[in-house]
Each structure stands twice: as C-alpha cells, then as structure tokens.
C-alpha cells in the first residue's frame, strides 16, 4: 500500500466489470480501483463483492501488473471497497487544546483541567466516580472557576474565530452538577464575554443556574498565576466598568472549543469534499445537509459547532436527503432482526430476576444499593438478583440475556431510572431471551428515590426498597400480551406551508409518498415572504420562489389553500383529518402528520412602535431606509419582548439578523452611524463572523441590562435614545432617524391543531418534542412529526434540516407496510357490559364504540389500534367490565397492597 502511486494500472488491468446502480462515480467499475482524487493513505481501493480473487481464488492480475510492488494479497493491510449509492459524513470533532496558550497554565497546575476532563470528573464511570476533588491533592475545591470561549471567538492565540455554541450551556450545567455535587460549601463562577444561551428552554435553564447561586463574572481574564497555598490559581480580570480584580481559585475549568478532527479532516480531503477555512464541511444555507459532492451528505459538528438536539435533527435530515437518492431501491438489502421463538410461561410458577442499578453515582451515591440487592433476594418468588454499575450498558444487557437462560426466569424487574427513556431497551433484551417484552416490570428508584431523597441516604434506600417489593409484587402478576400489527397509508398530511412544510413535504414526495400541504392562507411561503436574504447573503425570495415551484409541479403533492383541520382521528399509520375550505369540508387519510404551523414576530407597544413612524421592527426597517432623504443614523434594540417574564426565552435569530442588517447598512451609508443594543451578542456559530465583521466596518455595539432599558422619545428632527452605558458607567444619548426593533418570536395559534391531534404545547405555545435530545423532531404521539418555528425560533437553514428531519422520520413509518402499535389497550368484557356509552362518551381518541350485539343489545367494542391505554373507560365503567392490559386490577392492588 505504501508504495501505491495511484497510477490505476491495477484497474485497467481488472477482468471483474462491476455493475452498480447506485455508484457515485467513485469507481472505475472494476473490481480494484484507484478512489478519486488519488490521495494518499487511499491509494487503491478492492471491492471484495465483485473481486475473482475472494468470489472464486485465482486470478489476482491487478498484483501481477502493478509497477510498484503495492498489492498482496496476502498482506492483511489491503484497503476493501463497499458498494453504497450514498455517503452521510458524521465524523465529528475534537476539542481544542490549549496546551501551547501559556496564560492558562494547563499543564503546569493539576487543578486546571479542560471542560471535557471536568466532565470526566463529574461522571459517575470517570476516575473519581463522580466525587469532585482536586488533582493535586484529592479534597474537596471550595471554589470553582470556568473560562469561557478557550479556542473560540479567538483570533490572537489561535485562529478560531468562530463561537462553537455549546460551551456556555456546558459550563452552566458543569457548574450546577458540581454544586448539587459539593452542596452549599462551594462557590462556582463562570467569566463570560456573552452568555450564549439561544436554544429550546436554555435561558431557563440559564436562570435557575443564578438563582441557585452560580456566579456569572463578563470578564475575559487576562492573567492567571500560581496561587498563595498549594494548588490555588489566582486570577486577574478587568470588571466591565474598568475595575482591576485578582480572586483566587482551587480548581480553574478551561472551557474548551470545537474543532473538526485531524482525522475528520483527512478522510473529507480523501472524499474531495469541500472544506470552508476553519476545515468544517462546506454547506449552503438551503441545503444545509448537502455536501459539494452529489450522493454524500453531512450531519453533526463536522458541518459546524452545535448541540446535541441539531445534530440529532440533521442525522436524521441527512438520512432523509440519502433516502430520497436510494428510493428506487428500498428495502431490496433490508434484513429483519430475528428474535428467538417465545416462551410459554403461562403454567409456569413465577420466577422472578431482580437487577438492581448504580446508575454511576446517580443511585448508588445515594442509595445503599448492596442493602437494596440483599433485600430484594428475601422478596417471594425471587431467584435471581443482580448489581450493576450501568444496566443499560450493552455487557450487562447480554448478561440478563444469559441469566435469564441460566436460571430459567420469566419475570424480570429492572431497578433504575425511568421507564420513559430505558423501557423498550430493557424489553428488547428480556425477548432477545425468549420472553415476552410485557414480563418486564421497572422500579424508578433513580427519579423518585434518590433524586428527590438526596440529602437522606436512609430515606433513598429504604423508599427504593419499597419500590422494588412493589414491583416484584406486580410482576408476579404479569401475563404475556400479544403484538398488534396494523396496515399502514403511505401518505402524509403536512399542515403548514411555509418553508419548513413544503420542505418536508418534498422530502417525501421525492421518495414516492404522496402528502396533502395544508396552508390556511391564500398563499404558500409563511414568513419566509417577508425575509429578503440569510445571514450568509442568499437571495431568500429567488430560493422561496423556486421552492413554490418545485411544490406546486410535483406529482406527489397536493396543496390546500385556505385550509384548516377541524376534526382528527385515528392513529398512527391510519389517521383521518377533515379540512375546512371555507364552506366546503374534506376528509383526508394519512399515515403520517407533520406539523409545521409556523411562528411570527410579535407586535409591541414598546419604545414608540406604532406611535412614530421612525420606529419599525424586524425587516420594516429595510424599505423605511428607502423613504428617508437624509439617512445619518439608526438603532436596532434587541430582546424586545423576550427574556424577560412574559416570554422568558431567547428568540434565537434576532442578533444575526440585525447584525446583518446593520452591516449591510453600514457598507450602503458608510457615513452613517449604526447603532445595536444588546444584553448578550448571540450570534453563535460562525455567525460570530459576522459580528467581527459588523464591527470592522464601524457599527457600534452597546449593552444593557433589562432592569436599564433604552428610552426612546421624538424630537424635531427624528428620535432620542438614551441608554446606560456599563463601560463608562453613564447614560448615553443617540440621536436617531430609525429604531428597529428586534421583537420576540412567538409561535402562530395553535391550540386547535393541539387540541385534535393531542399534542403537548409549552407555556409559551411552542410544541413539544418527545424528547429534547434523543427524538427532537418527534411526538410522543407515534406517527407525527414536529419542524420549523412551531417547535422553536430558528433560522432558516436550520428549519429546512429540520423539515428534512421530520419528513426522515415520517418515511420511517410510510415505508413500511404494517406498523406495531402498543397493545397496552383496554379490554371489554361484554357479558358485564350493559351498553350504557359511558365509556364512548369519556374516550377521547374514539377508541370505543357501541355495536349492536344479537341478543344482548348495544355492547360496548375497543379499538385496539386508536387506544392509547390510557384507561379513562375502565376507570368510568361502572360494571367494571372494562380491564387494562398490563394494568389490571389485580396487578395494580398486588403493587399496592405490597406498600402498605
């Protein structure tokens, strides 16, 4: 291999034609064949499906006419082709390391550690097992210091000028951990330039970390050196008014950026990707998955620095962009998992396996777990107990497997956090077993033990106690319940036809699934209509105008305008939503629902608008410009209406917009002053770019506080805006021709929509996702799908990777034939039913009906598919001839009576 100069003589020279429909162009359609570009380590690739050698033995040609000695076979270091028709480049990041910047003494003081080493450290599986402690000497720190932005927003110690987005939300949670860790013994401070805060419920999260007492410190600190006692580093900081601060620490936390992996780096240059000039993958803001390659496809922080949750949104945007090359071969290489036949446990006595969790520290820092495990072995009908540190870890779900074999067990009972994350894990492997998944009953002794008892180690165990003899009590009582399998309608509704529906919406109609967009205007676009260009400069209008195009000529989708569902049913794979049109009504059926209703800017009283004409918000200022004679001045004032009591959230876009803004009108009126008020500059990203670049060209940024708002009053010539200026330490008086207003994002009415399809909203409206991190773009309600500004406020590029998420995760239900719905339903026993509809009238998803039965008259029927096993019926019946499955009456009072 070493050898390999690329010369493709090993390809010609090939006998083996490969024919693939789906190559990208990759190959020279042999079965050897030099990758493009010729790059070194990938010199040569074999493709070992098609090769003679490994189909038949023999031939091996292209070893015998290499000119370099680069090919044997019998070398086991040969680099082997795969056949795929498309590439999703998830290859991620390393964080910086700040080794070379001598100001942070990293490296020289133990107690200076690095965000990724304090996490460590904070980890119940890490070297201290969750205890925080010193390096240098193992106690307990008193104080605790984070630096923000260590290899990030830097271009004089490195050259990382962008923010990498997730630093101030880690330290905020490193900080809050440490101090439910230590108690109120210690003192955290975190120094920050901005506060970067700007995703779904992170400014709430930002303001219980000060209410319980976390200190945030706008500083950068400029030196740092070896402290009076051993260990100690003492710091020294400018306050924002100019004040020279030393303060010492026992443990100083670097927070550190991101960057793309060396490695990461490599393989996209291998690729011939094209890389921006921090290497991150090069994307657009319209197709913010695609890479400059046709058929590879990008998703996480190797296409730029985010969170968890959009990582998560573009994995699965990029698995819906490949979805949509592959469809004409779906399901052709699909292979079921075969799970072994099920074991009849009906005439067996119960025996019972208890496995009880550590959970790290998260229980077993709080809890006695050895006492709980020996406890539990007394319980009747126990055979088997076990401890672990993780049960959820893959060794441990393979040892219940073999446990389960061993001792012949047909309960199992799970001791460890909650149902709602670790359930279906749990239930896989009792049936990788033998076992049917509904002989599996789980204790939260995490949740409601030693979370909520952390400051009684006594309480924790005895209450786990409790929880564990509840449960073995039920599970004695479990029975097996058979899977319920229903047909599936390939189509999908999409209500919303701004940019995030009608995306969506594409994504799979070009995949072959037929969708009805719901637009209850008289036009598609949302607000999309009013924005003229993205942060990057892409003409807004010209993509909208595409887009509509694309939608109305595609066979695929049918567009309802001045539509709205007023009634819906069903479940997922067979809903049925009926549509208003005006005075006309439509029944449509789908097997899948995505919402995107959209969000707007909010209208306010504040600062003159709508009282003087000077004072517009949001994109009015870009035609007002126009109107004015002689432009000399304009103030953008951000966070109007958000992050304060009303809505306390950040409304995300607001910064990038009016530094864009004022940018542009900065290099149109270079004599102009530009003026924006800030609380915190969140312009994350490489959004932070533009920033450097806003104030290259002479905008002017000053901050304030939101108990020192700016006030605006009219005078003879324009407006007067006074602000306290924190670096001087005075108010300052601007005169003005415009204010613009970056007004607070807030989702369109949707309490209807929730309404009909049971869907969760927040307190300020927004949805809500079933889980923040793991299913960001889902329901708990299987079969719809979330994306755009009905979630939360996003920009534009975001939007569409969540669009192209949804539609991802909606194609994982259309493409199927059948879907399995929960059989955790009720059941109507109909020699006790007396027909009375109480149960019809109470059920809220019309999972009963009354039919008539031959000789008894009007019997009550369940709905197996449209229940929710919610158990509103059996509660109402008052013949009680209603059970629930899995929850019966016996099981629920075994549990019980087991407490008391």
Same mark, same amino acid.
């Given at each position: 291999?070493?050898?390999?100069?690329?010369?493709g003589?090993c390809a010609?020279k090939c006998?083996?034609?490969?024919e693939?429909e789906y190559d990208m162009?990759?190959?020279?359609?042999?079965a050897?064949?030099?990758?493009?570009p010729q790059?070194?380590p990938?010199k040569?690739?074999?493709?070992?499906d098609?090769?003679?050698?490994?189909?038949?033995?023999?031939c091996?040609?292209?070893e015998?006419?290499?000119?370099?000695?680069?090919i044997?076979?019998d070398?086991a270091e040969?680099?082997f082709?795969?056949?795929?028709?498309?590439?999703v480049?998830?290859?991620?990041?390393?964080?910086?390391?700040p080794?070379?910047?001598?100001t942070y003494?990293?490296?020289k003081?133990?107690n200076?550690?690095t965000?990724?080493?304090?996490e460590?450290?904070?980890?119940?599986?890490?070297?201290?097992?969750?205890?925080?402690?010193?390096?240098?000497?193992?106690?307990?720190?008193?104080k605790i210091?984070?630096?923000?932005?260590?290899g990030s927003?830097?271009?004089?110690?490195?050259n990382?000028a962008y923010?990498?987005?997730?630093?101030?939300?880690?330290a905020?949670?490193e900080a809050?951990?440490?101090?439910?860790?230590?108690?109120?013994?210690l003192q955290t401070?975190i120094?920050f330039i901005?506060?970067?805060?700007p995703g779904k419920?992170?400014?709430?999260?930002?303001?219980r970390?000060?209410a319980?007492?976390i200190r945030?410190?706008?500083?950068k600190v400029?030196t740092?050196?070896?402290?009076?006692?051993?260990?100690?580093?003492r710091?020294?900081y400018?306050?924002?008014?100019?004040?020279?601060i030393e303060?010492?620490?026992d443990?100083?936390v670097l927070s550190?950026?991101?960057?793309?992996?060396?490695?990461?780096?490599?393989t996209?240059?291998?690729?011939?990707?094209?890389?921006?000039e921090?290497?991150?993958?090069q994307?657009?803001?319209?197709?913010?998955?695609a890479t400059?390659?046709?058929?590879?496809?990008?998703?996480?922080?190797?296409?730029?620095?985010?969170?968890?949750?959009?990582?998560?949104?573009?994995?699965s945007?990029?698995a819906?962009a490949?979805?949509?090359a592959?469809?004409p071969g779906?399901?052709?290489?699909?292979?079921e998992?075969?799970?072994?036949?099920e074991r009849?446990v009906?005439?067996?006595?119960?025996r019972?396996?208890?496995f009880v969790?550590?959970?790290?520290?998260?229980i077993?820092g709080f809890?006695?777990?050895?006492?709980?495990?020996?406890?539990?072995?007394?319980?009747p009908?126990?055979v088997c107990?076990?401890?672990?540190?993780f049960?959820?870890?893959q060794?441990?779900?393979?040892?219940?497997?073999?446990?389960?074999?061993e001792h012949?067990l047909?309960?199992?009972?799970?001791?460890?956090?909650?149902?709602?994350t670790?359930?279906p894990?749990?239930?896989e492997?009792?049936?990788?077993?033998?076992l049917?998944?509904?002989l599996?009953?789980?204790a939260n002794?995490?949740?409601?033990?030693?979370?909520v008892?952390?400051?009684?180690?006594?309480e924790?165990?005895e209450?786990?106690?409790?929880?564990v003899?509840m449960?073995?009590?039920?599970a004695?009582?479990l029975?097996?319940i058979?899977?319920?399998?229903?047909?599936?309608?390939?189509?999908?509704?999409v209500?919303?036809?701004?940019v995030?529906?009608?995306?969506?919406?594409l994504?799979?109609a070009d995949?072959?699934?037929p969708?009805?967009?719901l637009e209850?205007s008289?036009v598609?676009?949302?607000?999309?209509?009013?924005?003229?260009?993205?942060?990057?400069?892409?003409?807004?209008?010209?993509y909208?105008?595409?887009?509509i195009?694309?939608?109305q000529?595609?066979?695929?989708?049918?567009?309802?305008?001045?539509?709205?569902p007023?009634?819906?049913?069903g479940?997922v794979?067979n809903?049925e939503?009926?549509?208003?049109?005006?005075?006309a009504?439509?029944i449509?059926r789908?097997?899948a629902?995505i919402?995107?209703?959209?969000?707007?800017?909010t209208?306010t009283?504040?600062?003159?608008y709508?009282?003087s004409p000077r004072?517009?918000k949001?994109h009015?200022?870009?035609s007002?410009?126009?109107d004015l004679?002689?432009?000399?001045?304009?103030?953008?004032?951000?966070?109007?209406?958000?992050?304060?009591e009303?809505?306390?959230?950040?409304s995300?876009?607001?910064?990038?917009?009016?530094?864009s803004?004022?940018?542009?009108l900065?290099?149109?009126y270079?004599?102009?002053?530009?003026?924006?008020?800030?609380?915190?500059?969140r312009?994350?990203?490489?959004?932070?770019?533009l920033?450097?670049?806003?104030?290259?060209?002479?905008?002017?940024?000053?901050?304030?506080?939101?108990?020192?708002?700016?006030?605006?009053?009219?005078t003879?010539?324009?407006?007067e805006?006074?602000v306290?200026?924190?670096?001087?330490?005075?108010?300052?008086a601007? =005169?003005?021709?415009?204010?613009n207003l970056?007004?607070a994002?807030?989702?369109n009415?949707?309490?209807?929509?929730?309404?009909?399809y049971?869907?969760?909203?927040?307190?300020e409206?927004?949805?809500?996702e079933?889980?923040?991190?793991?299913?960001?773009?889902?329901?708990?309600?299987e079969g719809?799908?979330l994306c755009?500004?009905?979630?939360?406020?996003k920009?534009?590029?975001?939007?569409?990777?969540?669009?192209?998420?949804?539609?991802? =995760?909606a194609a994982?239900v259309?493409?199927?034939?059948s879907?399995a719905?929960?059989?955790l339903?009720?059941r109507?026993?109909q020699?006790?039913?007396?027909?009375?509809?109480l149960c019809e009238?109470v059920c809220?998803?019309?999972?009963?009906?009354?039919e008539?039965?031959?000789?008894?008259g009007l019997?009550?029927?369940n709905?197996s598919?449209s229940?929710?096993?919610?158990?509103?019926?059996?509660?109402?019946?008052?013949?009680?001839?209603?059970?629930?499955?899995?929850f019966k009456?016996?099981?629920i009072?075994?549990?019980?009576?087991?407490?008391?």
């Amino acid at each position: 291999m070493e050898t390999c100069i690329g010369c493709g003589t090993c390809a010609e020279k090939c006998p083996a034609k490969v024919e693939n429909e789906y190559d990208m162009g990759l190959s020279k359609r042999k079965a050897i064949y030099v990758p493009y570009p010729q790059a070194v380590p990938l010199k040569y690739a074999i493709d070992r499906d098609h090769c003679i050698y490994f189909k038949k033995g023999k031939c091996r040609a292209c070893e015998k006419f290499c000119p370099t000695n680069a090919i044997n076979f019998d070398d086991a270091e040969e680099v082997f082709a795969l056949n795929v028709g498309a590439v999703v480049f998830t290859a991620g990041l390393q964080t910086f390391d700040p080794s070379p910047l001598k100001t942070y003494l990293y490296g020289k003081n133990p107690n200076v550690l690095t965000s990724l080493e304090f996490e460590r450290i904070l980890s119940a599986g890490g070297p201290t097992a969750g205890h925080v402690i010193r390096p240098s000497d193992g106690k307990t720190p008193g104080k605790i210091a984070w630096l923000q932005c260590v290899g990030s927003r830097d271009v004089n110690q490195c050259n990382n000028a962008y923010c990498s987005s997730v630093c101030c939300m880690y330290a905020i949670k490193e900080a809050s951990i440490a101090t439910e860790h230590i108690g109120g013994g210690l003192q955290t401070t975190i120094f920050f330039i901005d506060i970067r805060t700007p995703g779904k419920d992170f400014e709430k999260y930002y303001e219980r970390a000060k209410a319980q007492g976390i200190r945030f410190v706008r500083s950068k600190v400029h030196t740092m050196a070896e402290g009076d006692t051993p260990g100690s580093i003492r710091l020294k900081y400018a306050s924002e008014s100019g004040e020279l601060i030393e303060e010492t620490f026992d443990m100083v936390v670097l927070s550190v950026g991101m960057e793309p992996s060396s490695s990461a780096v490599r393989t996209a240059e291998a690729l011939d990707l094209q890389l921006n000039e921090y290497r991150f993958v090069q994307t657009s803001d319209t197709a913010s998955v695609a890479t400059s390659r046709p058929g590879m496809y990008v998703a996480g922080a190797i296409q730029g620095c985010k969170d968890i949750p959009q990582s998560v949104m573009e994995a699965s945007a990029a698995a819906c962009a490949a979805g949509t090359a592959l469809s004409p071969g779906r399901g052709t290489l699909v292979r079921e998992k075969e799970f072994p036949e099920e074991r009849a446990v009906d005439a067996e006595r119960p025996r019972i396996g208890v496995f009880v969790c550590n959970c790290g520290t998260n229980i077993g820092g709080f809890a006695d777990v050895p006492s709980i495990v020996e406890y539990a072995k007394t319980l009747p009908n126990v055979v088997c107990v076990e401890e672990n540190l993780f049960t959820c870890s893959q060794d441990t779900q393979e040892k219940i497997v073999e446990l389960i074999r061993e001792h012949s067990l047909n309960r199992i009972v799970v001791a460890a956090c909650t149902p709602r994350t670790h359930e279906p894990l749990f239930q896989e492997t009792i049936r990788n077993a033998g076992l049917n998944p509904y002989l599996f009953e789980m204790a939260n002794i995490r949740n409601q033990c030693t979370w909520v008892h952390s400051n009684s180690r006594e309480e924790a165990t005895e209450k786990s106690k409790d929880l564990v003899r509840m449960a073995v009590a039920r599970a004695s009582l479990l029975e097996p319940i058979a899977k319920i399998d229903v047909e599936v309608n390939k189509s999908a509704l999409v209500i919303g036809g701004g940019v995030a529906g009608m995306t969506a919406a594409l994504g799979l109609a070009d995949q072959g699934f037929p969708c009805t967009i719901l637009e209850k205007s008289s036009v598609l676009g949302g607000s999309a209509r009013e924005v003229t260009e993205t942060w990057k400069g892409t003409d807004i209008q010209e993509y909208l105008a595409g887009l509509i195009e694309r939608v109305q000529k595609h066979p695929n989708i049918k567009v309802m305008l001045n539509a709205q569902p007023i009634e819906a049913s069903g479940f997922v794979g067979n809903f049925e939503t009926t549509i208003s049109m005006g005075e006309a009504t439509e029944i449509v059926r789908h097997g899948a629902v995505i919402v995107a209703t959209g969000g707007r800017a909010t209208e306010t009283e504040e600062y003159l608008y709508g009282r003087s004409p000077r004072v517009t918000k949001w994109h009015e200022i870009e035609s007002k410009v126009d109107d004015l004679k002689d432009f000399r001045s304009a103030v953008f004032i951000q966070c109007v209406g958000s992050r304060d009591e009303t809505r306390p959230y950040c409304s995300r876009i607001c910064c990038t917009t009016s530094v864009s803004q004022a940018t542009r009108l900065k290099e149109r009126y270079p004599q102009a002053d530009i003026f924006i008020l800030y609380r915190d500059m969140r312009t994350f990203g490489e959004r932070e770019l533009l920033y450097r670049k806003a104030r290259e060209k002479g905008v002017i940024f000053v901050r304030y506080a939101r108990e020192h708002k700016p006030r605006v009053s009219e005078t003879e010539d324009g407006l007067e805006v006074v602000v306290f200026d924190p670096v001087i330490q005075r108010e300052i008086a601007i =005169r003005a021709d415009l204010v613009n207003l970056a007004t607070a994002i807030a989702p369109n009415e949707t309490h209807d929509i929730s309404a009909f399809y049971k869907l969760p909203l927040n307190e300020e409206g927004f949805f809500m996702e079933a889980h923040a991190k793991l299913r960001p773009v889902d329901f708990a309600s299987e079969g719809i799908f979330l994306c755009g500004l009905a979630h939360y406020p996003k920009p534009l590029d975001e939007s569409i990777s969540q669009a192209l998420a949804a539609a991802g =995760r909606a194609a994982t239900v259309l493409s199927k034939d059948s879907i399995a719905v929960s059989p955790l339903v009720s059941r109507v026993d109909q020699e006790k039913c007396i027909g009375c509809g109480l149960c019809e009238e109470v059920c809220s998803f019309g999972a009963i009906t009354l039919e008539e039965v031959e000789g008894k008259g009007l019997r009550a029927k369940n709905i197996s598919a449209s229940c929710k096993g919610c158990g509103l019926c059996a509660a109402s019946c008052p013949q009680h001839a209603i059970e629930m499955l899995h929850f019966k009456d016996e099981q629920i009072l075994a549990s019980l009576s087991a407490v008391a």
